[in-house]
C-alpha cells in the first residue's frame, strides 16, 4: 500500500509518500517547505498558513515526482489532525480532503506525536520504548500502556526547543539555534547555578529562560549556554529515567527536533548505559516535522480498520497523545 500525506502543523508545509512493501516503511518522498527564517522572530500563525497555502502544490507536485507516482497510483491519503496550529493544520486536512474527494480515495487524520512515535520505532527497530520527544511546541515524555501512549511526564510550559530558540534569539544567534548553542555546549566549563524545575514528572522551562536572559553579559557566553542546556536536557533525561523506573521497559527512543543535539543525546545514551537499557534515534529527516511520518502511521492505521469521513475530517488543533486508542500492530 502506498500512502501520501500532509503535514502542516506548525512552520513546516511537507508532503510525504511511503509504501510498507513487503512489511518494510520505504520513504519514497518526503518534501516540504519551512516558513520560517533565520531572522524570524516566531511563527505567525496567520502567515504561515497563508505561506503553506502558497506552496502547498509545488510541495505535493515535488513529492509525486521524487517518488516517481502519479496521483492515481497512490492507495491511501492521510494528514495531521494535530497538535498544532489551527491556521496551518488546515492548510494540510483540505489538501488531504480534496484528493481524497478528486480521486477518490481512502482518508485518514493522523496525531501528530504519534506519527514521530511510530515511525521511529519502525525506522530503528526499537519495540516498546519511552519515547522522550523533544521538538519546539512538545515536550513529552511516553510510553504504551493499555493500548494508550501515556504521557508520563510533559513541560507545563513551552516546548524545549522553543526554550533553545527563544534564548539563542537574545544572543542574535538567528532561527535554529540549536545547532549553534550545541557547539557551544561543549566548549563551556563552568557549571552557573540556574533553576532547575521538575515537579513531580512535569517539567518547566520558563522560569529557566527568564533567568538565563538576566544573565546574559554577566556570565561568560558559553558558560552560560552550557548551564542552560544542562539543566534542560538533565530535567529532561531525569524524566525519562524515572518513566524507565516506574514502567520496567527497557528502551529509549528519543525524537522531535531537539533529539538532533548531541549534549542531549550523549546525556541520553549515558543515563541508558547506566540502566542497562537501549538508546534509539532515528535519522534526522524523521525527527523533524515531517510528512513521511504521517504516512507510515496513516498505513497502519488504515490497515487496522481505521479512516475517517470526510464529514468527520477536522482537525484537533489540542489533541492530546492520550486521546488516542492504538489498536493497531
Ligand atoms: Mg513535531
Redesign the pocket.
Known amino acids: 500500500m502506498i500512502c501520501l500525506a500532509f503535514e502542516s502543523?506548525?512552520h513546516t508545509f511537507g508532503c510525504g509518500i511511503v509504501s510498507d512493501e513487503k512489511n518494510k516503511c520505504r520513504i519514497l518522498a518526503n518534501t516540504k517547505k519551512s516558513y520560517i527564517k533565520e531572522d524570524s522572530v516566531g511563527i505567525h500563525p496567520r502567515e504561515a498558513a497563508d505561506f503553506h497555502y502558497a506552496n502547498a502544490i509545488n510541495v505535493l507536485d515535488n513529492a509525486l515526482e521524487k517518488a516517481n507516482l502519479k496521483i492515481e497510483e497512490i492507495d491511501l491519503i492521510s494528514y495531521s489532525i494535530g497538535p498544532g496550529l489551527g491556521n496551518c493544520l488546515k492548510v494540510g486536512a483540505v489538501m488531504a480532503r480534496t484528493l481524497s474527494l478528486l480521486h477518490n480515495k481512502p482518508l485518514v487524520g493522523v496525531n501528530?506525536?504519534i506519527a514521530?512515535i511510530e515511525i521511529g520505532k519502525k525506522l530503528t527497530k526499537a519495540r516498546d520504548p519511552i519515547t522522550c520527544?523533544a521538538?519546539?511546541?512538545?515536550t513529552q515524555i511516553i510510553g504504551l500502556e493499555k493500548k494508550r501512549y501515556r504521557i508520563f511526564g510533559e513541560t507545563l510550559d513551552i516546548g524545549i526547543g522553543n526554550f533553545l530558540d527563544v534564548f539563542g534569539r537574545e544572543i542574535n544567534l538567528g532561527f535554529p539555534a540549536g545547532p549553534k548553542m550545541d557547539e557551544m555546549y561543549f566548549t563551556g566549563k563552568e557549571l552557573i547555578t540556574l533553576p532547575y524545575t521538575v515537579k513531580g514528572m512535569d517539567l518547566a522551562f520558563s522560569g529557566l529562560l527568564t533567568a538565563g536572559k538576566k544573565m546574559i553579559g554577566k556570565e561568560k557566553q558559553s558558560d552560560l549556554v552550557f548551564s542552560l542546556m544542562h539543566n534542560a536536557f538533565a530535567m529532561l533525561t531525569e524524566v525519562t529515567e524515572r518513566a524507565l523506573a516506574h514502567t520496567g521497559k527497557k528502551e529509549v527512543l528519543l525524537t522531535?527536533?531537539v533529539a538532533s543535539s548531541n549534549a542531549l543525546r550523549e546525556m541520553m545514551k549515558e543515563m541508558c548505559k547506566q540502566r542497562k537499557a537501549k538508546f534509539f534515534v532515528p535519522e534526522r529527516s524523521v525527527c523533524?516535522?515531517n510528512a513521511a511520518m504521517i504516512s507510515w502511521l496513516g498505513i497502519l492505521m488504515y490497515k487496522s480498520g481505521i479512516a475517517t469521513k470526510i464529514s468527520e475530517s477536522r482537525i484537533l488543533p489540542k489533541q492530546r497523545t492520550d486521546q488516542i486508542e492504538v489498536i493497531w500492530k
Do not use: I, P
Request: overall charge negative.
Open positions: 502543523t506548525a501528530h506525536c514521530h520527544y521538538s519546539g511546541a512538545n522531535g527536533g523533524v516535522d
